[in-house]
């Protein structure tokens, strides 16, 4: 129990939901079609917001989380009426750039307390594990590893409800809608869907999460710098998606994790563990350049359902 | 009248591709465009589904203009589409392809979709009704799951039809959907698209090369060349048109 409950493994869970809830996020423009890599800069955006508000206005921290989100997504909106009419690499390095002009704004600003960053964030942990100290002691758990426990419950509750709410999202209207702008957005314009419209709002959903992202970094490792949210961290988000698969939903979670765990596991190899990490991905991509999940994969394990086979199931079923 | 266009011209720089044309489709017509490989036919289709925007004059469906509009609001307004080259969503069903026509018709938002309330689960029941319906009328019925870029290519013609006829229009426009057809299969397209005006009341306007299919299945048509208008009237007008007979034949001097 304890080998398995040790502070370290739990921060490699606390670490693979907060990747899974990013790549997500990239997960979601890719939905339409669109390559926003400007996702560092919104999870900056509601990291510095949901610290600022717990911190500075005494914001209980699930509405600062909430409120995180919404910012980032207030400042999608802004930033995307001019982005989301681009298209391709344009609309990359449009956002790419978005995310530098951020990182360098809380890099200068004095509210973000510039390259020193702010330290000291209410932490979900300890939060946690105050509120929950009398079931602790009946479970003969300490408050830390309690807290941190639940912090990784509640993290996994997160990433679940996400996972659930873009499922449905995507098998109702608005997801074929988001399928026929990313297959031919000429063919969907004349179809009658309205492709800005809902590039938008793919972007503003993609915001929004990378913004949750972001605050719940803020309050599990209680310390934001601008360097934590450098391009790097969007090229890592992408690359999860790439790797599990960017053209179904299931392909961001497995990445993000693999690619969070992987490494942890080859820490013993030193400095030999990135170079194995970069011959992984050149070998995936040579292998299976749609990535490990790919529509034909999820068609085949979920083949065995009888209900796609016959039309006329197909036509009375509500939920497919 | 359903669809009036009054001296329209559009340019490309310096090219004019379609210069000083007017026609126009009365409700339950089917209307041919004819005319040689590259002389503005399609371009017709574009400007008449706000693709493109009218350089000069004006396109009037049902009465009001359709300038300034979006594609996908003219989409909404009643006039659907199928393509010259097959523009199907591969990767989707057929039965989705169609479902994605009835956007319009539907209205479901986020939160309806993401909580599958009740009304949106009848809506959504109900478009899946009227997308096999279409199906069924077009002969794809049994290819519902199929991924659509499996279908062989007669069956993609005819999804692109269905697809275009769930958006439910007043006006269809088909762009060449015989081509690449054998006779007996365009004969059956011929009596596909004759079915579709007289059980749905919807108008068609069609552009094709094969004249047979065209002379027995189109009301009224006009004769585009080189960006203008040559001659419109009925089949037997147009066939016994001087004007069509030069440009189609060349003159007998000439010879």
Not at chain 1, 190 to 209: N, R
Not at chain 2, 144 to 171: D, F, N, V, W
Request: proline share 3%.
């Amino acid at each position: 129990m304890d080998e398995i409950l040790n502070g370290y493994v739990l921060q490699v869970v606390v670490f693979s939901c907060i990747n899974i809830i990013l790549a997500l996020s990239v997960y979601m423009t890719l939905c339409t079609g669109q390559m926003s890599l400007g996702n560092a800069g919104f999870m900056s955006v509601g990291a510095y917001t949901s610290a600022i508000l717990t911190m500075q206005a005494g914001l209980p921290m699930p509405a600062a989380i909430v409120l995180g989100g919404i910012m980032a997504a207030v400042v999608a909106l802004i930033v995307g009426i001019p982005t989301t009419r681009l298209r391709g690499m344009y609309l990359a390095i449009a956002t790419l750039g978005f995310g530098e002009v951020v990182r360098v704004l809380a890099l200068n600003l004095k509210i973000t307390n510039g390259a020193l960053g702010l330290s000291g964030i209410p932490s979900m942990a300890n939060t946690l594990g105050d509120l929950a100290s009398d079931l602790l002691d009946v479970l003969d758990i300490d408050t830390q590893t309690g807290g941190q426990l639940l912090m990784c419950l509640v993290l996994l509750i997160v990433v679940v409800a996400i996972l659930w709410f873009w499922r449905r999202l995507e098998r109702s209207r608005i997801g074929r809608a988001f399928a026929a702008v990313k297959a031919d957005e000429h063919a969907a314009e004349l179809s009658g869907i309205p492709i800005v419209y809902y590039k938008m709002m793919s972007f503003l959903f993609s915001a929004f999460f990378a913004g949750v992202a972001g605050a719940l970094f803020a309050h599990t490792a209680n310390f934001i710098s601008p360097t934590d949210f450098s391009w790097h961290k969007v090229v890592n988000a992408l690359l999860y998606c790439v790797f599990g698969g960017s053209n179904v939903m299931w392909g961001s979670p497995l990445g993000a994790v693999i690619l969070t765990v992987l490494p942890e596991l080859l820490r013993d190899l030193a400095e030999y563990r990135d170079m194995l990490y970069g011959i992984m991905l050149v070998a995936l991509m040579a292998f299976r350049p749609d990535g490990i999940l790919s529509y034909d994969v999820l068609k085949r394990m979920t083949r065995k359902r009888p209900a796609h086979a016959v039309p006329e199931r197909a036509a009375k079923e509500g939920d497919r | 009248m359903l669809l009036e266009l009054q001296h329209v011209i559009k340019r490309f720089g310096g090219v004019t591709a379609s210069s000083d044309i007017s026609f126009s489709v009365e409700e339950g017509q089917i209307y041919g465009i004819i005319g040689p490989n590259g002389a503005g036919k399609t371009t017709l289709f574009n400007l008449i589904t706000g693709v493109y925007q009218v350089s000069e004059g004006d396109i009037l469906f049902q009465g009001t203009s359709i300038e300034g509009k979006k594609p996908h609001e003219i989409t909404a307004l009643g006039i659907a589409r199928t393509f010259q080259n097959i523009r199907l969503f591969p990767q989707m069903t057929v039965l989705e392809n169609c479902l994605v026509g009835c956007h319009t018709q539907l209205h479901s938002g986020i939160l309806a979709s993401v909580f599958h309330t009740k009304g949106q689960r009848q809506e959504e029941q109900e478009a899946r009704q009227r997308a096999m319906d279409f199906l069924k009328f077009v002969g794809l019925e049994k290819d519902a799951c199929t991924i659509a870029s499996s279908l062989p290519y007669g069956k993609q013609r005819k999804l692109e039809i269905a697809r275009a006829m769930s958006t439910h229009p007043k006006l269809l426009l088909l762009d060449e959907p015989a081509a690449g057809m054998n006779d007996s299969e365009t004969a059956a397209l011929g009596t596909l698209i004759r079915g579709l005006r007289d059980t749905y009341h919807v108008s068609i306007v069609l552009i094709e090369h094969d004249m047979n299919l065209m002379m027995d299945l189109c009301d009224r048509l006009v004769v585009i060349n080189f960006g203008k208008k040559l001659a419109e009237g009925t089949p037997a007008e147009i066939q016994n048109n001087p004007a069509v007979i030069e440009a189609y034949l060349g003159k007998e001097d000439e010879g």
